[in-house]
């Protein structure tokens, strides 16, 4: 087939995140087994008009939030003979493709928004505005997409489509794989309790409930604190005022954005990863924590409850809040049996998900995709 997939964002856009790397997977397998895939997406600083990656071909076009969808309107319309499926990543917003594609369509979702659309990260009133907007109008969009086939890779994205008016049987649900560093990563775990935050630096991703739970197992005991992952400069200053004002600026360290190497090192230096973000489709973080005997500790949010088997490769906090999150953290590193339990089935977690199983799963979809196929 010669397949077509919308996305807001490709893997090489600066802010690319789990999101998009889950895509590019996913049309790896279709490529290495014959397919020919087009990923249309936005422009960005450097981007080329089209280029290639990994065997897709990739064309970059508007910007991320409206001008790419414009822009994926009228390239399809020139091209819709070239094309068997099309494949339509939400983000928030998704690309329409019920109003103007005539041919098989999949959705691809990694969770729905809610209360994400309150944290757009824009200055008030501006985020309130969206907030409202995005909040009000997401279910309407949904109705658009009833005789749609949808891919996500948990139970709680299919749970929350459901409730969104999608019908069960058009939902597949294909859990993500991991993607483990080549070279073996030795488990040197610092010799100071080190807790760890992974993900990108927005008020979703929970890093500010992040850095009250540093702040209050800074008053219990000794230990070090670390912060990786990306975000704006205006952000990540309002971060390191916060640390600072919680007591805890010099005690917190800031790696930024590392790469894949560096961030399983990381990974398997510290003690605990903990995760309180307030939604996710997955959590992939989580599995790549567990992959170097990691534990972690999140919040009961959609996707983490997935990720995270509760009292086996981590903890699920009974309340989402940060003195809940320190109490778990501490009650694990106070607990030598308890703690050594937890690593183990961490490691024998990790290894149910990988991305040869993924891709097989995927591409089993999509070649037979004629109406609504349920997976099994």
């Not at 450097?46 to 822009?71: C, F, N, P, T, W």
């Not at 109705?143 to 994205?157: D, E, I, M, R, W």
């Not at 205006?234 to 600026?249: M, P, R, S, T, V």
Request: hydrophobic fraction near 40%; charged fraction near 20%.
């Amino acid at each position: 087939m010669n397949i077509l997939v919308f996305s807001w964002r490709d893997p090489k856009h600066p802010n690319a995140g789990g999101a998009e790397q889950v895509m590019h997977e996913h049309m790896k397998g279709w490529v290495g087994a014959g397919h020919k895939v087009t990923l249309f997406s936005s422009r960005f600083s450097g981007s080329l008009g089209e280029e290639s990656l990994d065997g897709i071909k990739l064309i970059h076009r508007g910007d991320q939030y409206v001008g790419v969808k414009l822009a994926a309107f009228f390239y399809y319309l020139k091209n819709k003979n070239s094309f068997d499926l099309v494949v339509d990543q939400f983000h928030g917003i998704p690309f329409f493709t019920p109003l103007y594609v005539r041919k098989p369509k999949l959705a691809v979702l990694q969770e729905v928004a809610r209360e994400v659309w309150f944290l757009s990260g824009f200055p008030w009133p501006v985020s309130w505005i969206i907030g409202v907007l995005g909040f009000i109008t997401e279910p309407l969009v949904f109705l658009l997409y009833k005789k749609t086939p949808f891919l996500v890779g948990s139970q709680s994205a299919k749970d929350d489509l459901i409730k969104m008016g999608i019908p069960g049987v058009n939902i597949n649900i294909i859990p993500h794989g991991v993607i483990l560093p080549r070279s073996k990563i030795l488990d040197q775990r610092s010799k100071i309790k080190t807790i760890l935050f992974l993900g990108t630096l927005t008020k979703d991703k929970g890093i500010e409930d992040a850095l009250k739970v540093f702040s209050i197992l800074g008053n219990l005991g000794n230990y070090n604190f670390w912060v990786v992952g990306k975000g704006s400069e205006e952000y990540k200053n309002y971060l390191l005022a916060l640390a600072k004002k919680l007591g805890i600026k010099d005690r917190v360290t800031f790696w930024g954005f590392v790469d894949e190497s560096k961030k399983f090192q990381l990974l398997a230096r510290a003690h605990v990863l903990i995760n309180p973000s307030m939604r996710e489709g997955w959590g992939l973080v989580n599995i790549e924590a567990n992959s170097v005997a990691t534990p972690v500790v999140a919040y009961r949010s959609p996707g983490l409850v997935d990720s995270v088997k509760d009292g086996k490769s981590g903890i699920i906090c009974t309340e989402n809040t940060a003195q809940d999150m320190a109490d778990q953290v501490e009650k694990i590193l106070g607990n030598k049996d308890k703690y050594a339990s937890l690593q183990k089935s961490a490691i024998s977690w990790s290894k149910k998900f990988n991305w040869q199983k993924s891709k097989k799963l995927s591409l089993e979809l999509i070649e037979n995709l004629s109406g609504i196929i349920h997976l099994k």
